[in-house]
């Protein structure tokens, strides 16, 4: 995989990019349920074989502006992965809702959430 490049094509529900050897996960669905989670992870997983322990793995959800269950649950799978693979959660791009559905069901403490791109940018550094 090379650096900072995308490695799913972008009519895909997700785009797998590689910056400075954190991985992001951006996710084009705006509603996710059990077929988009489905696939999803099937496509975010490939790319943890070849995770850098101690690098960040970006969930982001700008994009999103719905989750089923499963799309909740897809997001702890994908954090559960992730750090098996060593590497640091992050969630990013929440609106209102979103964030409320995760503060609701306690998942928000299970990563580090990012409200600003600035932010993103520099924890990417």
Not at 95 to 119: C, P
Request: with cysteine; aromatic share 2%; glycine share 6%.
């Amino acid at each position: 995989m090379s650096h900072d490049s995308p490695t799913s094509p972008a009519h895909s529900l997700v785009t797998i990019s590689v910056k400075n050897q954190h991985v992001v996960v951006r996710i084009h669905a705006t509603s996710i349920a059990a077929r988009e989670a489905i696939t999803i992870v099937e496509q975010a997983s490939k790319v943890l074989e070849g995770a850098v322990k101690g690098k960040r793995f970006v969930i982001d959800l700008s994009r999103t502006s719905a989750l089923s269950s499963m799309g909740l649950g897809m997001c702890v799978d994908l954090r559960n992965r992730a750090v098996d693979a060593g590497m640091r959660p992050l969630l990013t791009g929440m609106n209102v809702q979103l964030a409320e559905t995760f503060s609701l069901m306690r998942v928000d403490r299970l990563f580090t959430i990012v409200t600003s791109a600035g932010e993103l940018e520099r924890l990417l550094l």
